[in-house]
């Protein structure tokens, strides 16, 4: 696309005038107009007039006016010269085609770069080291802003819409109430189904009520239910987030005075907060019908006795213990999602990767605080 230039239609073309070569400099005058449309000049008189030149000086004196065919004509000149050996003096051109021409020699993919050398291993590791340092430098930076918001929520000072908290709040809850139950109730089955088959050979098939209400008001329901959001709202956070960045409206947000992350990541925390306790309870409702289904059609107990069994089976302790875990996969669910929204590059394809990224991070960090809790519900006796 050629470059911007003052229309001079009665000028002479662009000319490429080498000057006969004195005390080793060869001086090639550039003048005239330079347009694609009339296209490039031959260099075949500068290439004879190279022999025995020790320097040449590329003057443009009588420069008329140019676009990017001066630029390909000047990329030439010097690939002559570099065959030659022969040094090049650019400090009589115009410094905005200076400008370019530097520009264009650091653009990569020049076919004149050498090619990088092989990385050895010891680097390979420092590099790969100082990525995981990065990213947990951008981890603890957005947990402060973050954490920096909340006060100014607590203290009334926030800038949120409560119409995107209620429509989030609808999209994270409500709308996930098919594919919370389809799993749980899943779940249920296959645990009562494995235990079923275990339990039947000692006599003891009505302790599968308690295999299932204990695995499934303790772990299992608010794990699974934790999985299916991080794979549902998690990502789904992450690819508006990144698109509204690639638009440049997270930009916009912060030229206008509002903080992005009250406006936006405020309310999708508080909605998985608020939301994620709910669908727990549901998935652990859910999961022992699914339990009380495999009860009734295999092992012949009673809708009644399942359900009494069950009640037996769990405490008041546990179900606040597998609340307490949802509400916090929530705050995870939510932060990774935001992080990685956040950390978005500027094309459509990192958009993609973004929802990736919160997807495996969430992941990660729900299995990560799953063991952490096994581990304190038992040094605590819980």
Same mark, same amino acid.
């Given at each position: 696309?050629?470059?911007p230039?003052?229309?001079? *239609?009665?000028?002479? *073309?662009g000319?490429?005038?080498p000057?006969p070569?004195s005390?080793?400099?060869?001086?090639?005058?550039?003048?005239?107009?330079?347009?694609?449309?009339?296209? %490039?000049?031959?260099?075949?008189?500068?290439?004879?007039?190279l022999?025995?030149?020790?320097?040449?000086?590329?003057?443009?004196q009588?420069?008329?006016?140019?676009?990017?065919?001066?630029l390909?004509?000047?990329?030439?000149?010097?690939?002559l010269?570099?065959?030659?050996g022969?040094? !090049?003096d650019r400090?009589?051109?115009?410094?905005?085609?200076?400008?370019? +021409?530097?520009?264009?020699?650091a653009?990569?993919?020049?076919?004149?770069?050498? *090619?990088?050398?092989?990385?050895?291993?010891?680097?390979?590791?420092g590099?790969?080291?100082?990525?995981?340092?990065?990213a947990a430098?951008?981890? %603890?930076?957005?947990?402060?802003?973050?954490s920096?918001?909340?006060?100014?929520l607590?203290?009334? $000072?926030?800038?949120?819409?409560?119409?995107?908290?209620f429509?989030? %709040?609808q999209?994270?809850g409500?709308?996930?109430?098919?594919?919370?139950?389809?799993?749980s109730?899943?779940?249920?089955?296959?645990?009562?189904?494995?235990?079923?088959?275990? #339990?039947?050979? /000692?006599?003891?098939?009505?302790?599968?009520?308690?295999l299932?209400?204990?695995?499934i008001?303790?772990e299992?329901?608010a794990?699974?239910?934790?999985?299916? =959001?991080?794979?549902?709202?998690?990502?789904? /956070?992450a690819?508006? #987030?990144?698109?509204?960045?690639?638009?440049?409206?997270?930009?916009?947000?912060?030229? =206008?005075?509002?903080?992005?992350?009250e406006?936006?990541v405020?309310p999708? !925390?508080?909605? +998985?907060v608020?939301?994620?306790?709910? #669908?727990?309870l549901?998935?652990?409702?859910?999961?022992?019908?699914?339990?009380?289904t %495999?009860g009734?059609?295999?092992?012949?107990?009673?809708l009644?006795?399942?359900?009494?069994?069950?009640?037996?089976?769990v405490?008041l302790?546990? /179900?606040?213990?597998?609340?307490?875990?949802?509400?916090?996969?929530?705050?995870?669910i939510?932060?990774?999602?935001? +992080? $990685?929204? /956040?950390?978005?590059g500027n094309s459509?394809?990192?958009?993609?990767?973004?929802?990736?990224?919160?997807?495996?991070?969430?992941? !990660?960090?729900?299995?990560?605080a799953?063991?952490?809790?096994?581990? +304190?519900?038992?040094v605590?006796?819980?």
């Amino acid at each position: 696309m050629p470059l911007p230039h003052t229309s001079e *239609p009665f000028s002479q *073309p662009g000319r490429v005038a080498p000057e006969p070569a004195s005390g080793g400099v060869l001086v090639v005058n550039i003048s005239g107009a330079w347009r694609l449309e009339d296209g %490039i000049p031959s260099l075949d008189a500068l290439e004879q007039e190279l022999n025995g030149a020790q320097r040449v000086v590329l003057r443009a004196q009588e420069l008329k006016s140019w676009d990017s065919s001066l630029l390909v004509v000047i990329s030439r000149i010097e690939e002559l010269c570099r065959r030659a050996g022969t040094a !090049v003096d650019r400090s009589q051109l115009p410094h905005g085609l200076m400008r370019l +021409l530097e520009l264009a020699a650091a653009a990569p993919g020049q076919t004149g770069a050498s *090619p990088a050398p092989p990385r050895s291993w010891l680097t390979r590791v420092g590099l790969a080291a100082i990525d995981v340092f990065d990213a947990a430098g951008g981890f %603890i930076d957005f947990l402060g802003q973050l954490s920096a918001a909340f006060v100014r929520l607590f203290t009334s $000072r926030a800038r949120l819409r409560l119409s995107d908290l209620f429509e989030i %709040i609808q999209q994270s809850g409500a709308d996930a109430l098919p594919i919370v139950a389809l799993i749980s109730y899943l779940v249920g089955v296959i645990l009562a189904f494995m235990g079923a088959v275990q #339990l039947q050979q /000692f006599g003891a098939s009505i302790y599968v009520a308690d295999l299932v209400a204990i695995g499934i008001v303790r772990e299992m329901g608010a794990m699974m239910t934790a999985i299916i =959001m991080a794979g549902r709202t998690g990502a789904a /956070f992450a690819a508006r #987030l990144g698109t509204m960045k690639v638009t440049q409206e997270t930009d916009a947000l912060a030229t =206008m005075g509002i903080s992005p992350i009250e406006f936006l990541v405020l309310p999708r !925390v508080i909605a +998985l907060v608020l939301m994620m306790p709910m #669908l727990c309870l549901y998935a652990d409702l859910v999961g022992i019908l699914g339990g009380a289904t %495999i009860g009734a059609g295999m092992l012949g107990i009673s809708l009644t006795t399942y359900l009494r069994e069950s009640i037996h089976a769990v405490s008041l302790g546990d /179900f606040a213990g597998g609340l307490f875990k949802g509400t916090v996969y929530g705050i995870l669910i939510a932060y990774a999602g935001c +992080l $990685r929204g /956040f950390e978005c590059g500027n094309s459509s394809s990192a958009v993609g990767e973004a929802a990736t990224a919160a997807v495996v991070t969430a992941i !990660v960090m729900i299995v990560s605080a799953c063991g952490l809790f096994a581990y +304190l519900f038992h040094v605590l006796g819980i």
